[in-house]
């Protein structure tokens, strides 16, 4: 079977892109930062103004929502690599360019207003923060799916409903009703892009089923969150595990299995031996995450009980 090009994909998806821009604009709620920022708690700090430096009695909120709300915004904070990318493989036209501005817009939203909460409410430490944002900026973000539209789609499909999840989970942990308004409306933003990429993955297993099925299979055997370049990634990831903000049940439970069950991949008829192949390995893939979700729930209620039993 011939593959389509980029171009071919571009050409054949731009329907089905431009209805789920009118959708996603139909859906979209307007709003604003501002509104979900506690302004009067605030303080001036330390530094040309004069004011008092931030100090761990400033935060009330549990260390670990602490751990993942920087985590949360250090991935926000990597648009710049996110838009290049998508950018670069979308094109300026049409509604193709039209949904990666308007994407960029919202996603900048999220940075900016998470960004607020932790100043105002001294949650986390300014300086520590911004000297984060730094490294991981600098580093910039790319995964192995740059150069693939497929791949890209699928990964984005994935990872939405992932930083979805992970916000979600994060505003619940913090205790701050506050923050968790405000996560909860990020939230809701980062549902929407996933059906939006969800869908136009949906459309290109019509239009190149056994390309697009080769593509899901290789995202899903190599899924990082994109937040695996920030410092420390790997300690952080698994305290936010953890805690039950994001771990492997969640992953093939609430990311994997749906986003692939949207897509009817199992059902999928009239495959060559290539996509045939290809769905097999997702098969395999979710025996595998089954596996690996199960293990970690045992060591994460083991390790419950010793620190009960200590306690
Ligand atoms: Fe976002
Ligand atoms: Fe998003």
């Known amino acids: 079977m011939t593959e389509l090009s980029q171009t071919a994909l571009l050409h054949e998806l731009e329907p089905v892109v431009a209805k789920n821009l009118d ?3 139909s859906m979209a709620k307007e709003w604003f930062p501002h509104e979900y920022v506690p302004w009067s708690e605030g303080r001036t700090f330390d530094g040309p103004l004069g004011g008092e430096a931030w100090s761990e009695r400033d935060s009330t909120l549990p260390e670990v929502a602490r751990t993942a709300l920087i985590v949360n915004l250090l991935t926000e904070d990597n648009l710049p690599s996110y838009h290049h990318q998508i950018a670069s493989l979308f094109g300026p036209d049409g509604a193709w360019g039209t949904w990666v501005g308007r994407w960029t817009a919202e ?6 207003a998470i960004r607020d909460y932790l100043t105002v409410t001294r949650a986390v430490d300014p300086v520590a ?19 693939s539209m497929l791949r890209s789609l699928a990964y984005v499909s994935f990872q939405e409903l992932a930083t979805r999840i992970s916000h979600r989970n994060t505003g619940r942990i913090t205790g701050d009703p506050v923050c968790e308004a405000l996560l909860s409306r990020v939230a809701a933003d980062e549902n929407l892009h996933m059906v939006f990429y969800r869908n136009l993955l949906g459309a290109a297993l019509e239009v190149a089923p056994d390309q697009t099925m080769r593509a ?5 055997e190599d899924f990082q969150m994109p937040g695996v370049g ?3 990634f790997a300690r952080k990831s698994v305290t936010i595990a953890l805690a039950g903000i994001y771990d492997l049940r969640q992953h093939r439970d609430d990311v994997v299995a749906p ?3 949207q897509w009817d991949v199992f059902n999928v008829a009239g495959l060559g031996a290539e996509g045939e192949a ?6 395999a893939h ?3 995450l089954e596996q690996a979700a199960s293990r970690f729930e045992e060591k994460r209620d083991a390790r419950a009980a010793k620190l009960a039993a200590r306690a």
């Not at 911004?130 to 799916?145: F, K, P």
């Not at 899901?216 to 899903?220: D, K, Y």
């Not at 290809?278 to 098969?283: E, F, G, L, P, Q």
């Open 230 to 232: 920030i410092e420390g």
């Open 23 to 25: 959708r996603h604009l």
């Open 216 to 220: 899901i299979a290789e995202v899903l």
């Open 129 to 147: 923060l911004e000297r984060a944002r730094m490294v991981h900026m600098t580093a910039g973000y790319s995964n192995s799916h740059d150069s």
């Open 278 to 283: 290809a769905r097999d390995r997702i098969a």
């Open 286 to 288: 979710l025996d595998g």
């Open 259 to 261: 986003v692939l069950r």
């Open 107 to 112: 996603e900048g939203r999220h940075g900016t």
